[in-house]
Structure formats: structure tokens, C-alpha cells
């Protein structure tokens, strides 16, 4: 039986193609020549934390109308055009960027980045299409609210960031969905669709120079601006308990801050691993097997280029809340004393397992490579992140957990949460 050390073989992949525009805009061809199929999508360094407070909410608004009409299409052509060719259409905005994303054959690839170039760069937001969509956008944001999970995460961004951008809901504020007006979003695709900001991708089975010819006549013409830049979100630490109507449970999380993405510091996600990856992870042991105080409990990094976070979730019914939080603080104080060889191998096994299954993902693909464009101007290679991993010591994830001690944890609950909340939260972190 081979060994966990077993060292990890990372597959031999054709080479990375990659071009930059004039203007900036930065292209890249991941060859997958196995599938049939392909991904092809523009990524734009332009998300909620790239926004001003007044208009927050605003790109994911330009998400959901670019797709309403564009100088030479209307939405019905928009939609008739992809699903001719048998593909999907996809978008996404996130606190750091805003993607589109098309998926079908990959002998359509060069039509397919014609089409986001049109997409992203000539959307003519049409006032019928405007107030539709924006009925659409306010019962998602409906659903947000209703959401006690959505509801906490939203609490624990303030209590780690304050009124840094950082801590800004994607959705935005119902206020501002509200008067958005044509002119705003025009006026903002405008300033923030630039080729600085701008990452054209396809991954799949697909001819490379004939991507990089259609990327190259779809994007060409875009302004090249300026890149936008977040400064780097500093971490404030706090308690926070909020009731939430209807809901049975109390919905947790404890946490704090990593260092963010440009740090190039891995230490954060093998802690998160550690603590929490797996049913034999220390968290699922305690919380669930042994002592029943959770059905669902994770840990996790989320490491973006302005912050980090570590974040321990779980729900409880209401009369274990302060036993949970106990536990769980408990949890993290052992691991600042040590950290078990079985542990860190597991999680060092779990997230190489991981990062090699998103090599069989194009879209997986595609987003780690943009995101690497827009951080490091570069994209790494397999054997460069899971070098990263193993570079990573005990003493280091260690310390980890010892500066979110330091630093100060970070706690909320919503739901079900009784009187006092946020005190008998301080309470039980200890």
C-alpha cells in the first residue's frame, strides 16, 4: 500500500499559449486536446470591492444586463446565437472580479470570443430590458435575504472589515437596484472594461492561434485605461449576533484574517485544511462524531488579492450554541500548541488531490489562470502550487492559528440565537 508521502506526479500538460494586446488586454490558451469541447471566457478586474459605496451592486446589475441587448444584437438574438451552437451561457460577479463565460464545441471557440466581445464591450442596456431585469435582480436579492446563512456571512465580512470595500455584498444594497439608471451602468462599463482589466480565455480542445486571431479581433479596439486596485483591507475583529425570523437554528461563524492572495502565502489554506477538510478532519471529530453538537460544520480559506479570511462555519440548534462556539475555540487553541503529523498530511493530500482535479476542469482552469494574470501577471503552473503546499511546514500552520488568536477572533450567529447573544458569544470564545 503505497505511502501518504508518497510524492505528488503532476501530469504533463501542453504548454500554456498566451498573448498581450496592445491595449493590455492579456490572452490565454490552455490546450486540453483530450475533449471535444471547450470554455471561452472574459474576465474583468471589476468586482463588488471595486465599487463605489453610492453605486454598490452595480456590476452584478452589468452581469445580468449584458446579456439584454447589445449595438447590433438584441437579447433573443443574444441567446438564439449560443444555443444554435449547442452552448451555455454563463456569467458570475464576485468581490474581486466579474466573468463571462460560454461553453460548447471547441470548434466554435472563435465565435464563441467574438460573441463575449461583443457581450462585454458593446451593451446598450435598453430601458424596456432595464426594468425587467430589474425586477429579477430585487427578487434575487429577495432570496438573499432570506437566506440565514447569506445573512451571516454578510455580518462576519463587517465584523472582520469594518466599511472597508471588502466587506461589500456583491448584490449590493436594495436601495441602490433601485435607482440604478442606464446612464450609471453605461457610464461604468465604460470606466471599468478596460484592457488593463481585461483576461480573454479559452481552455479546451481548441486551435490556439485561431483563438488568439478572434480574441485579437474582438478586443483590440477596447481602451486600454488603467489597472484598478484595491488597498489591502485591515482586519478590525468583532462579535456579532443577529435574530432571524423563521429560522430554527443558529447559523455560526468563527474566524479571522489570513494574508491575502499577493502574499503568495499557502500556510491559511493548509490550516483550513487541517482543521476542518473531511470527516477525520479534528472539527468534524469533535462537533459531529463525538460530540453531536453540529450536522453541518467546514472550514475554509478564502484568499482573495485584498484579504483573506478563515472561516469556520456550522449550524446548531439553538440551546447548543455557546457549547459549539466552546468547542470550536477549544479546537483552535490546541492547534496553536501543535499541530498532529496525521493532520497536516491528510490536508496536504486533500488539497494536491484538489488542485490536480482542476486541471480537468476548463473552466476551473481558466478562472485560476485569470486570477493569476490579474495578481501576479503571470499564470503558474501545476508544479509551482503544489511545490507551494509542500514547502509548508507544522510550525507554519502553527503560527497560523496562533496570529488569528492574536489578532483576535472573529464570531457571529443568526438565526435562532436568543437574548444576549453577542455576549454570551464573547463568553464562550473565551
Given at each position: ?11 504533463a ?18 490546450p486540453m ?26 456590476g452584478h446589475?452589468i ?7 447589445t449595438?447590433?444584437r ?9 444555443e ?9 460577479t ?14 466554435h471557440?472563435?465565435e ?13 442596456f435598453p430601458?424596456d430590458e432595464l ?7 430585487l ?9 440565514p ?5 454578510r ?9 472597508h ?14 435607482r440604478?439608471?442606464?446612464?450609471d451602468?453605461?457610464r ?7 484592457g ?7 481552455a479546451?480542445g481548441?486551435?490556439a492561434?485561431a483563438v ?9 479596439a ?16 468583532g ?13 455560526v461563524l468563527?474566524?479571522?484574517?489570513l ?12 490550516a ?18 463525538q460530540?453531536?453538537?453540529?450536522y ?5 480559506a ?5 484579504c ?15 457549547d ?13 500548541e501543535?499541530v ?5 498530511e491528510r ?12 486541471l ?6 481558466l478562472?485560476?489562470?485569470a486570477?493569476d ?18 514547502a509548508v ?10 496570529r ?7 464570531a ?9 447573544a ?6 464562550a470564545?473565551?
Open positions: 500500500m503505497p505511502s501518504a508521502r508518497t510524492p505528488t506526479v503532476a501530469p500538460l501542453p504548454p500554456v499559449e498566451q498573448a498581450t494586446l496592445a491595449n493590455g488586454v492579456h490572452v490565454v490558451v490552455l486536446p483530450h475533449l471535444a469541447t471547450c470554455c471561452a471566457s472574459v474576465f474583468v478586474r471589476s468586482g463588488s470591492a471595486h465599487e463605489p459605496r453610492t453605486l454598490a451592486g452595480i446589475f452581469e445580468h444586463m449584458a446579456f439584454k441587448g449595438a447590433t438584441d437579447a433573443q438574438r443574444i441567446n438564439l446565437d449560443a444554435r451552437l449547442g452552448a451555455e451561457v454563463l456569467a458570475h464576485d468581490k474581486d472580479h466579474t466573468a463571462f463565460q460560454m461553453r460548447g464545441l471547441a470548434a471557440a472563435g464563441f470570443v467574438r460573441m463575449l466581445g461583443d457581450i462585454v464591450l458593446n451593451p446598450t430601458a426594468e425587467r431585469e430589474r425586477q429579477v435582480v427578487h434575487e436579492f429577495a432570496e438573499v435575504e432570506d437566506d446563512m447569506d445573512a451571516a456571512y455580518l462576519f465580512d463587517h465584523a472582520c472589515f469594518g466599511l470595500a471588502a466587506a461589500q455584498p456583491v448584490i449590493g444594497m436594495r436601495a441602490h437596484i433601485e440604478l439608471t442606464r446612464t451602468l453605461l461604468y462599463v465604460q470606466r471599468q472594461y478596460t488593463a482589466n481585461i483576461v480573454v480565455g479559452v479546451g481548441v486551435d492561434e488568439l486571431g478572434a480574441a485579437d479581433a474582438a478586443f483590440a477596447t481602451p486600454s485605461g488603467t489597472s484598478h486596485g484595491v488597498d489591502a483591507a485591515a482586519y478590525r475583529g462579535v456579532r449576533a443577529k435574530a432571524f425570523p423563521g429560522s430554527s437554528q443558529a447559523h468563527i474566524g479571522g484574517a494574508p491575502a492572495l499577493t502574499a503568495g502565502d499557502e500556510a491559511g489554506t493548509l483550513a485544511a487541517v482543521l476542518g477538510e473531511g470527516v477525520s478532519s479534528p472539527l468534524l471529530q469533535r462537533v459531529r462524531e460530540r453531536p453538537l453540529a453541518h460544520a467546514t472550514c475554509a478564502d484568499i482573495l488579492p485584498f483573506g479570511q478563515f472561516v469556520i462555519e456550522g449550524s446548531t440548534s439553538p440551546d447548543l450554541l455557546e459549539f462556539v466552546r468547542e470550536v475555540s477549544v479546537l483552535l487553541r490546541r492547534h496553536c501543535g498532529a503529523s496525521v493532520d497536516l490536508a496536504r493530500q486533500q488539497l494536491r488531490v484538489r488542485r490536480l482535479r482542476v480537468e476542469s476548463p473552466t476551473q482552469r478562472e485560476e489562470a486570477l494574470l490579474f495578481t501576479f501577471g503571470r499564470v503558474r503552473d501545476i508544479d509551482e502550487r503544489l511545490k507551494g503546499l509542500d511546514d507544522a510550525q507554519a500552520v502553527r503560527a497560523t492559528f496562533e488569528l488568536h492574536v489578532d483576535g477572533l472573529s457571529v450567529a443568526v438565526g435562532s440565537v436568543g437574548r444576549a453577542g455576549e454570551r458569544l464573547r463568553q470564545l473565551g
